[in-house]
């Protein structure tokens, strides 16, 4: 069974940082583009990041930009999302997913986690 589950979400000030996590299980993901993709209360998914098989390219939307940083190790077939300098606009739901290219939107990724919960207080 395929399986993407996250981790790290929580509660965090305005400034403050998280390291989510998103560990696949099931088959190697070493040759999908992983993506980090929100959703806040009342909104539609949106994308916030995402990195090529080897890691050597990496996207972001400009809200993110200069604040999250996307990584992953493929030996522990996991990709991480930093996020720095939070904002209450980044409060949403987290999810990680797997595709096998690259692309801003949701329809294009196959595998998707349940999503973890990131609230930024002001």
């Known amino acids: 069974q395929v399986q993407l589950v996250e981790s790290g979400g929580g509660l965090v000030q305005t400034g403050g940082s998280l390291r989510l996590s998103c560990a696949a299980s099931?088959?190697?993901?070493?040759?999908?583009?992983m993506g980090w993709f929100r959703q806040a209360p009342g909104k539609e998914r949106e994308f916030v990041a995402a990195i090529s098989w080897s890691g050597a390219n990496t996207y972001y939307a400009d809200s993110v930009k200069g604040r999250f940083t996307i990584s992953r190790d493929n030996a522990k077939n996991t990709v991480y999302l930093q996020m720095n300098s939070l904002k209450p606009e980044d409060t949403a739901v987290y999810y990680c997913a797997a595709a096998w290219r690259y692309s801003e939107y949701d329809r294009s990724y196959d595998y998707w986690g349940q999503g973890t919960q990131v609230t930024v207080s002001s």
């Open positions: 099931g088959r190697t993901f070493s040759r999908d583009v």
